[in-house]
């Protein structure tokens, strides 16, 4: 069964910058949307970005300008560049597989139980 592994993440100061990994085994991601989740103490999940199958991308309107999401089918792997880091992008960063429509970007965040969730990778921006 798929699994995937995020890192890439850390500490950064606002305005700097991170590249976040989110690589594949056990499948492929050719035929499927990855995207990118985040959650900051205290408040619930969220979408931050998405790519299609066909390489079509999301981003959510307090990203869209700084983050860059891309995917390498031969590395099995998915990115997210993320430039001009504030403190309000602080959360644990955790990417998954969009399943509401093969191959295509959704509005919808999985639950908890999702089994796709993995342990994700921390960003903290502040100075």
């Keep these: 069964q798929l699994q995937l592994v995020e890192s890439g993440g850390g500490s950064v ?8 990994s989110c690589a594949a085994s056990g499948d492929t991601l050719d035929y499927y949307a990855i995207g990118w989740f985040r959650q900051a103490p205290g408040k619930e999940r969220e979408g931050v970005s998405c790519i299609s199958s066909d390489g079509t991308t999301y981003y959510t309107d307090s990203v869209k300008g700084r ?9 099995n792997t998915v990115y997210l560049q993320m430039n001009s880091l504030k403190p309000e992008d602080t ?18 965040v999985p639950p908890d139980d999702y ?3 993995a342990q994700g990778t921390q960003v903290t921006v502040s100075s």
């Design 13 to 20: 100061q606002p305005g700097g910058s991170l590249r976040l």
């Design 67 to 75: 983050f860059t999401i891309s995917r390498d089918n031969a590395k």
């Design 91 to 108: 959360a644990v960063y955790y990417c998954a597989p969009d399943q509401a429509v093969l191959g295509y970007c959704s509005d919808y």
């Design 115 to 117: 089994p796709y969730w």
